[in-house]
């Protein structure tokens, strides 16, 4: 593995010397909104767009038609439109741009400066909410086949209980890594990603670098979601039979936050994991799509320390793993169905089912549809529901899941409204998740303002309402809350209305709701 460490450590150092800015071998961000706005346009166009496994590509978004200059900002030159610099700058423009041609470059700030207070935690009424971020996003194109990313982002937070309890018992904030205590009530953690992307023909791309990946249409997903912290990876698409069938590889390497008992450093190691995901699509036209999607997890390191993966993991077919893995630490397997389909140009349905376990008997399901209306509206409708027994440990990353935050034997229903118009963005999202005897009530309400377009740059207001009740306790079989709870904090109920003010930019999905 040491080769695979100076492979990340030199592609990390060239993109901090370089940083980054937007292209066709760009991807597009991980982000609900962004891929709301795409779909709308894919469901009328004729184009074939393998979009299940994201995050996208631009050059491939963009085939679905005009391009949106708040979607994609980086697809649409910069227009000074007779402006000040400073008004530029502050509204339209990337704080950074360099254009020579070939060579594009742009560097943006990110921020994250929030204010709330949670009129229903009585017992934490002291306590002021407040998140506090700051960072940077560069995005270099090299000519038409190179561009690499970078994000780094620090933050500070004193968060709303129901986030408070879950981050102190996880020892992670909510997909954005390790946390250390700040202040009397609050955290400090830190998150940065970076990738480079190579294209030698338009058929495939090549990618190296350290972020996430989320594969299917819904705002869940059983096979691989977003939810958990960055991981190292590589990663190759291929196009073949004239773009009706897609291949997609993604190399990974995880860890859990359980230090190793034998060891020679002053700290242990953590465990470590590798996994290799699979996903082959086929698309006869634009209207429909089925893909097969296979994701296996080995434990690395033995109690010594020692890496040992079976060469059979590097195998880039899909299937392969699941059938081999006979070996006396035998991974976790997860073999799923992924389908969309457009209808009458406004409707997309879409479904997973996940198939998992030593013998494949456990199964998960999803079915979800989109309605696209006029005037930037989408609506939205998701049903999830979880095998009754539980992936084992391995299917995780920083003590977050990999699929859905529960796991096994939950219930969910979930309902959006998202709007987007010029600078105006809305969206309402509301679910319940029933997990053995616990129930769950979300609602979540954002008003947007798009301050700059160019690296999305959000004035917001929202309102977040989480209701928990208990049935009938019972101690036993609660192996997926107690990733996140245990019986004494968690398994009671409680209630949240937290409303809040943030200036923020959106460029990753954040999941509060469950």
Known sequence: MKWYKTAIFLIGLAVFQL??????????????????????????????????????????AQKVGKSDSLLFPNLSPIKKQGRSWIARKLFHEHLIYLDSGSVQLSIDPLINVEFGDDIRDEGLAERSYYKNMRGFVARLNLGDNVSVGSTFRENQAVLPSFLDQRTRLS?????????????????????????????????????????????????????????????????????????????????????????????????????RKQAAFHFLSFSPDSRF????????????????????VPLNYWAPLIGLNTLLKGDERSGNSNLGVNAKAHIFQRLKLYSQWSFFDEQLSQLAY?????????????LQLEYNRGAKQSQNSIYHHY????????????????????????????????????????????????????????????????VQYREQTLHDFNDSGFSPLRRICNPAECFSNNESLYLYFSLSTNLQNLYFNY
């Open 289 to 308: 799509s089925i893909g097969l999607f296979e994701g296996f997890i080995y434990p690395s390191l033995d109690s010594s320390g020692n890496i040992d």
């Open 366 to 378: 999803q079915f979800g549809g989109k309605l696209f209306l006029g005037e930037g509206v989408t």
């Open 19 to 60: 940083s980054t800015l937007l292209a066709q071998n760009q991807n597009v961000p991980l982000n609900h909104q962004f891929h709301h706005q795409f779909e709308r346009e894919e469901v009328k166009s004729d184009e074939i767009i393998h979009s299940s496994f994201k995050p996208l590509l631009q050059r491939k």
């Open 171 to 271: 020892g992670v904030a909510y997909g954005q890594g390790r946390t250390k205590n700040f202040s009397d009530y609050g955290f400090d953690f830190a998150m940065a990603s970076a990738y480079v992307s190579y294209s030698p023909s338009d058929k495939i791309n090549l990618q190296a670098g350290h972020g996430k990946h989320f594969v299917g249409e819904g705002y869940r997903s059983l096979l691989l979601s977003d939810m958990a912290f960055n991981y190292p990876y590589l990663r190759v698409q291929s196009d073949w039979l004239n773009g009706k069938l897609n291949y997609q590889n993604v190399f990974a390497l995880f860890q859990d936050l359980n230090r190793l008992e034998n060891h020679s450093l002053n700290e242990g190691l953590f465990e």
């Open 399 to 462: 003590n977050e899941s990999l699929t859905h935050p529960y796991q096994s034997d939950y219930e969910e229903f979930l309902g959006g409204v998202y709007f987007h118009k010029n600078r105006w963005m809305s969206r309402v999202l509301i679910n319940n998740i029933s997990v053995q005897n616990i129930s769950i009530n979300f609602f979540d309400f954002r008003q947007s303002y798009i301050v700059n377009p160019a690296y999305n740059l959000t004035f917001n207001f929202g």
